[in-house]
């Protein structure tokens, strides 16, 4: 599972790669696992967590909102599941009038499956394909160091 969180403050662009196993903190305060250096952001005011291959986000401020999508509001310790893609704001969301108007910092959660296919690798001398997990060929000995490793998804 492999996933990254970017955002955006003043128009410069941050992102952060997910570990995956340990659940992670996002805030403004310099603790946290992912520091969002804004004050529109709460000192703590996420966690996000992997459980089964998907992450969620929970809530963990009082006082500043945090959004899925611009529409749902997670309740303080509310948690919600995150999809490729998912839009976070965090901060305040007015509308006035028909305009929402956002004193926020917008993120991006985006997730990459990796199937559980083994990559494979071409022996440089035999031309045998392996798992990646051999060091020398089965069937010939030679080192795999410098095979040709093929693509994710390479039938043959
Ligand atoms: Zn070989």
């Known amino acids: 599972m492999y996933a990254v969180l970017c955002w955006e403050i003043l128009q410069q662009q941050f992102s952060a790669c997910l570990p995956g196993v340990r ?8 603790t946290c696992d992912i520091v969002i250096n804004s004050p529109m952001v709460a000192a703590e005011q996420a966690q996000l967590f992997c459980r089964n291959d998907r992450y969620y986000i929970r809530q963990l401020s009082r006082n500043v909102p945090l959004w899925l999508q611009n529409e749902y509001e997670l309740p303080y310790r509310g948690t919600v599941a995150l999809r490729d893609g998912a839009q976070l704001t ?11 108007t956002l004193g926020t910092v917008r993120l991006e959660y985006r997730s990459m499956q990796i199937k559980a296919v083994p990559r494979k690798i071409r022996c440089s001398h035999c031309e045998n394909l392996l798992d990646v997990t051999h060091e020398n060929c089965i069937w010939c000995g030679t080192s795999l160091a410098f095979g040709e490793l093929l693509p994710l998804h390479a039938s043959t």
């Open 23 to 30: 659940p992670v903190t996002i805030g403004r305060r310099d």
């Open 90 to 100: 965090i901060g305040t969301v007015r509308t006035i009038g028909s305009v929402r």
